[in-house]
């Protein structure tokens, strides 16, 4: 049985990662408008249409939506939420809970609906029962990510159904139809919002919660047939079950998605019979649209097609629009996913619009970052043959430009002041003169998380930077190639748990030799501090549970070599990792050390960070003005003046580590009492 954890730990975990969400998300009041964003309008139609499981892997722009569930389940607790160890994870228990009838939700960062691939094709084919929503947040312009992933094309190539609602009110809405048809149809369905979608605010009409439903009682028939491959049921020589199951997917299901989306009435066709110009638009594009309709003086002059389902799109909207008009132009982000869908239908028409799209020579509308009104009224007047200009011309854009540069200090990627991974950064770097190394003999190896800062100056301690828990595994074959230089992979304990472990028991397995420095700042400093499963004794839900050590985890590995440090000791940790470069094997430093952001909030404010954790300043008579603090260790807290005048410490922003003082050579840096 849970045990529930006392209530002052309650209140902080409520403090620290709760911080986007919205007591609206549970509010029982069906017809009341509210202001919210997109990730809470999201949430909300999670309540309404009864999900009663939800798993995800903290990862922006999608992490506020499961923010979000957090706080619903403490209203409901019968909804359950959780952090899971990785995406993969997080789906595989959605689908659990879906084959007792559940209806299930897994909202993901785009490059975690990567993770879920191999799971996803399977259940595809077998069949699942609750509904099961899979929301992928995809970042045009790569803001809040690694990459810049059109997730889109996963759709046809899994073969189940992609949504993108164009309001928030839409987003919400969307929630029960999407569940209705995942039901029909028993299959998962996609869910695709972009980074402003989430951020985004509107109106919202709340709608009831169908608790009902999400108080439907587990249920589990243990067919075979039914849930499992099948395999040992007789066939025909000529086919497997594999096979009937892929045909029946296409001959029933999809079926059903199709008849579906011919009837949406969210697909919408604005159009007076009179135009002779038409858009198609999905998602936020369709608002870019009607606002750049607006700023030319085109209304009803020009027809507009909005998608919300963008695969498969509807097919009898899209014929009228293009056997109506002379011209259509498809506006998205990215790649021309809905453009080649239109494209390869209208081959099937006698007659059709002449189709305008990103594929169209001398049209300006780019593949990649994102879009604004701008963009798609600058392609519609060249269409329109009406002249434009952009109201952000190049020449106000360099005045803005200049005026910013000369009233704002430059803002440059930096960790945060006191951060222990900062500590530990500067520690790598001084190790290897320690170890008789110097930079160009060493290859670092970097992880997806607040560890990235580390190849920016001061530091540039990350030749190359992997995707979430695969460094280990790059540093490895950076080893086995022969390379003859010192390997360092430096990964978090949120990317340890989400495939970095599997990393090290590889490179354990094949005797590697490298070193790892692992930092445990407790959570997923990056994404907004969620909980990990070596972080606190305590999980989403408020439940008690055992913190996994990763001492032990390492040392089950088969790692012999094993240390620990705190980062915020400079000179102890320079002495563990210089012994740790000389090893000649596989090491391991564990940087021992809570996120200062966390700490700062468990303890209330930085003003009650302890007696030793007071800010520092720095004495202008000692200080020579070296700018080691600024220029070497970095600190962001720590403003260099320039022209050799000492630099100074914002006592706003020291957190008082103390990591400067003990980095100065002069002795100049006190802390005040």
């Known amino acids: 049985m849970s045990v529930v954890i006392k209530q002052e730990s309650q209140g902080y975990a409520t403090r620290t990662f709760n911080k986007f969400a919205t007591a609206d998300i549970a509010r029982e009041a069906p017809g009341d408008v509210v202001f919210m964003s997109g990730a809470e309008a999201v949430a909300r139609g999670a309540v309404e249409a009864g999900v009663a499981v939800s798993a995800a892997y903290p990862g922006s722009p999608a992490t506020w939506v499961q923010e979000n569930l957090v706080l619903a389940a403490k209203a409901f607790p019968d909804l359950y939420v959780e952090w899971s160890t990785n995406e993969a994870k997080s789906f595989d228990v959605c689908v659990g809970a879906s084959l007792t009838g559940k209806r299930t939700f897994a909202p993901l960062k785009q490059v975690g609906v990567n993770w879920i691939l191999d799971s996803l094709t399977d259940w595809v084919l077998k069949q699942l029962r609750g ?15 690694t990459d810049e992933q059109d997730t889109r094309h996963l759709a046809p190539f899994v ?26 149809a028993r299959i998962p369905i996609f869910l695709r919002l972009t980074r402003p979608e989430f951020y985004g605010r509107g109106p919202v009409t709340l709608g009831p919660i169908h608790h009902e439903i999400r108080r439907r009682e587990p249920t589990f028939s243990g067919d075979v047939d039914e849930f499992g491959m099948g395999l040992h049921q007789s066939t025909p020589w000529f086919t497997t079950k594999v096979a009937e ?5 296409h001959r029933q299901s999809l079926a059903v998605v199709r008849d579906f989306v011919e009837r949406y009435p969210l697909n919408t066709l604005e159009m007076n019979g009179t135009e002779e110009i038409g858009v198609i638009a999905a998602g936020i594009t369709y608002g870019y649209a009607r606002e750049a309709i607006e700023r030319l003086g085109l209304e009803g002059r020009v027809a507009v097609l909005k998608y919300v389902t963008t695969w498969p799109i509807p097919d009898a909207l899209t014929r009228r629009l293009l056997g109506s008009m002379k011209k ?88 945060c002041p006191g951060c222990p991974e900062m500590g530990a950064t500067h520690a790598l770097k001084q190790a290897l003169k320690a170890a008789g190394l110097s930079r160009s003999d060493a290859v670092f190896i970097g992880d997806e998380g607040c560890l990235n800062l580390a190849e920016l ?48 028991m590889n490179a354990a397995y094949n005797n590697v030799k490298m070193t790892i420095l692992i930092h445990d700042n407790r959570v997923t400093a990056a994404t907004g501090q969620q909980l990990v499963p070596t972080g606190f004794d305590h999980n989403i839900r408020g439940e008690a549970t055992r913190r996994l050590s990763i001492e032990e985890l390492v040392r089950a590995c088969g790692v012999d070599y094993v240390d620990t440090m705190d980062p915020y000791d400079t000179r102890q940790s320079v002495e563990k990792l210089a012994k740790a470069y000389q090893h000649d094997g596989l090491s391991v430093v564990i940087s021992h ?32 003005a070296c700018m080691i603090c600024a220029r070497v260790l970095g600190c962001s807290a720590i403003y260099d003046q320039g022209n050799k005048v000492p630099p100074v410490i914002d006592p706003i922003e020291c957190i008082g580590c103390g990591i400067c003082a003990l980095v100065c050579p002069d002795d100049a840096i006190l802390q005040l009492r």
Not at 245 to 249: A, G, K, L, M, Q
Not at 475 to 486: D, E
Request: aromatic residues 6%; contains cysteine.
């Open 457 to 504: 100056k001061p530091w540039n301690l990350a030749d190359a930077t992997g995707c979430m828990g695969s460094s280990i595994s790059i540093a490895s074959g950076i080893y086995v190639s022969g390379l003859k230089k010192k390997i360092v992979c430096v990964i978090g304990d949120g990317g340890f748990v989400h495939s970095g472990l599997l990393g090290l």
């Open 593 to 624: 050390r809570m996120c200062a952001l966390i700490e700062t909030r468990h303890l209330g404010s930085r003003g009650r960070m302890g007696e030793h954790l007071h800010p520092f300043y720095i004495d202008d008579a000692k200080c020579t």
């Open 131 to 145: 509904g099961l929503v899979i929301m992928i947040g995809d970042d045009p312009g790569g803001d809040t990510t």
């Open 159 to 184: 073969e189940i159904p992609l949504f993108e609602p164009s309001s928030v009110q839409e987003q919400k809405d969307v929630m029960l139809h999407m569940y209705e048809l995942s039901e029909a």
């Open 245 to 249: 199951r892929h045909d029946r997917h």
């Open 328 to 415: 259509v132009l498809v506006v998205e982000e990215l790649d021309p996913f809905i453009e080649q869908q239109v494209r390869a239908l209208s081959s099937t028409m006698t007659a059709h619009a002449e189709i305008f799209g990103k594929s169209s020579p001398g049209l300006d509308l780019p593949f990649a970052d994102v879009y604004t009104p701008d963009t798609v009224a600058a392609a519609l007047a060249q269409l329109a043959g009406m002249p434009y200009t952009p109201a952000l011309t190049p020449e106000r854009r360099a005045r803005v430009e200049a005026l910013a540069r000369n009233t704002f200090r430059p803002r440059v990627g930096n960790f």
